[in-house]
């Protein structure tokens, strides 16, 4: 075997392809252990919640951001953790008036075994490639594992919305759940945001993440707009369209569709439970991910829903999952 003598053949021969693995790895192990994972941070998160109501009766803060963040000197140190931050409307801008830490050990499992396999000296010439610069990698790689469970993260973070701990905390208008790194990048994973007219939107507005509840939409249509992340909750559709349409990472709730179309909607990691479909059509419709992204969605997902003669035309739902459901043409 022909050692690696240049920094930039070590990158792209060894570097990045152990990189690729070990966040494969990382990824069949998140999902396979999604149930221990989400049970033990949303407990976690409701006691920094818990703390967060305390100060607010002492401090009179209100809550428009909690920020879960991996501490990347935590990792190098050995002890892997995430800081809960609680921020004003000022955000990072401002200070935390509240703070917790968590254990993130469950997210580095095969973490020391890749740091051996990256700086094992048998695979390049010890002389010309330094350890150090290899280590100096490692940072890039702990952004992407940070955003890899971020990805997985953002499908049960709305799950605090029904713990009385976060009924009790004062919120601002506008309030986010993000994840990241501290003092750098942040994605969304859930907002509470004030209710925005879906049928006629102020131009540039931003419709992701609204929580829609109790709507009866007749003979309407939703079209050109990125609903990433909307919650439909108990809302009914009559001889609707939707079309032309982000739904990703979307969810409807106890909401009944007849005679509605469906027209070129992208559908990846979209959740539908206990709906009713009747006389509906899609079109041209998909849940399969862009070749080009890089982001996590979870299959498509039907969960005790009614399905009365649904039509089908150009749809690709590639690993859709389907449960306790009633279809009939």
Not at 52 to 78: D, F, H, K, W
Not at 91 to 115: H, I, N, P, T
Request: proline share 2%; net charge negative.
């Amino acid at each position: 075997m022909e050692l690696i003598q240049t920094f930039d053949e070590y990158l792209t021969l060894r570097y990045k392809p152990l990189e690729v693995e070990y966040l494969k790895k990382l990824g069949q192990y998140l999902s396979k252990n999604i149930s221990t994972i989400r049970k033990f941070c949303l407990e976690e998160w409701r006691k920094a919640m818990a703390h967060a109501c305390e100060v607010q009766q002492r401090e009179n803060q209100v809550c428009a951001y909690m920020s879960i963040s991996l501490l990347n000197t935590s990792v190098i140190a050995g002890t892997p953790e995430f800081q809960i931050d609680f921020y004003n409307e000022e955000w990072v801008y401002g200070e935390a008036w509240a703070r917790q830490r968590m254990s993130a050990d469950f997210l580095f499992k095969y973490w020391k075994d890749f740091q051996l396999d990256a700086l094992d000296d048998r695979f390049f010439v010890r002389s010309k490639i330094s350890k150090v610069e290899i280590k100096a990698l490692f940072w890039g790689t702990l952004d992407k594992v940070t955003f890899l469970f971020t990805c997985h993260a953002k499908y049960f973070s709305f799950r605090l919305w029904y713990y009385n701990e976060f009924d009790d905390l004062i919120k601002a208008e506008n309030f986010y759940i993000t994840c990241g790194t501290y003092l750098d990048w942040q994605d969304r994973m859930f907002a509470i945001l004030p209710e925005v007219d879906l049928l006629n939107p102020d131009a540039n507005e931003d419709t992701t993440f609204r929580h829609i509840n109790g709507k009866v939409y007749r003979q309407k249509k939703f079209h050109d707009l990125n609903l990433h992340s909307c919650l439909f909750e108990e809302c009914q559709f009559d001889n609707f369209t939707f079309e032309n349409l982000n739904l990703v990472d979307a969810s409807f709730l106890r909401c009944r569709f007849t005679s509605t179309r469906f027209v070129n909607v992208k559908m990846a990691g979209c959740d539908l439970f206990e709906c009713y479909f009747k006389d509906c059509t899609f079109e041209n419709c998909s849940s399969e991910i862009d070749e080009d992204s890089d982001e996590y969605f979870a299959p498509m997902r039907i969960y005790h829903c009614y399905l009365i003669n649904l039509k089908y035309e150009n749809c690709n739902f590639p690993d859709s999952t389907e449960i306790d459901c009633f279809e009939k043409e």
